[in-house]
């Protein structure tokens, strides 16, 4: 029933995608995103607060190609604490714009589906940031649970810089390892 309901808030927040209408200029995206090199497991490092992900600590996101090309999305975290229940969502990803392949559309729960905009990615694929052209949603990822202070303070001063509240950002806890 938990995963049921955490599928249900995150469909009707990505369902608000649709709705939303950027207030600043046009949102700048990762000028080219090798989708193959992104697949895999993503930490969370940061976001804005949504409550599709109250009480969530050691959020990751796992990417993985399906057979229809798409992408499937399972997003999970621990409930309240690393111990704590395991919540889980899946989801689907494809390419919004054949031209611009850092856009995509992500879909939990049909018919919603909302804006995933990969805003920037490390040549090296070590970090991503992913956003919505609103403004209203972003997450910083790592393929690891912490990344060095000088990546996360020059990220934080390029999303300021394309209009993003980064006062608005919450450290996600993960466990280190």
């Known amino acids: 029933m938990r995963i049921l309901r955490l599928s249900i808030l995150v469909s009707l927040a990505l369902g608000g995608f649709l709705g939303c209408r950027s207030s600043g200029p046009p949102l700048a995206v990762a000028e080219e995103v090798d989708l193959e090199r992104y697949l895999g497991r993503w930490y969370e490092i940061a976001s804005f607060p949504q409550r599709f992900q109250e009480g969530c600590v050691a959020t990751t996101a796992t990417y993985s190609r399906r057979e229809d090309g798409r992408v499937r999305v399972v997003n999970e975290c621990r409930d309240e604490s690393f111990d704590g229940e395991l919540r889980a969502t899946e989801g ?9 392949n ?35 949603y972003l997450w910083i990822l790592a393929r690891n649970p912490a990344l060095a202070p000088d990546v996360y303070a020059g990220i934080l001063g390029r999303v300021a ?4 509240d980064v006062e608005r950002l919450n450290r996600t806890p993960q466990p280190q390892s």
């Not at 689907?92 to 611009?100: G, M, N, Q, S, T």
């Open 161 to 164: 810089a394309k209009g993003f």
């Open 92 to 100: 689907v990803a494809w390419l919004a714009d054949p031209v611009e």
């Open 102 to 136: 850092a856009k995509l559309k992500v879909q939990f729960f049909w018919p919603f589906s909302g804006a995933y905009w990969i805003l920037e990615v490390d040549p090296e694929y070590g970090y991503a940031v992913v956003g919505h052209p609103s403004r209203e």
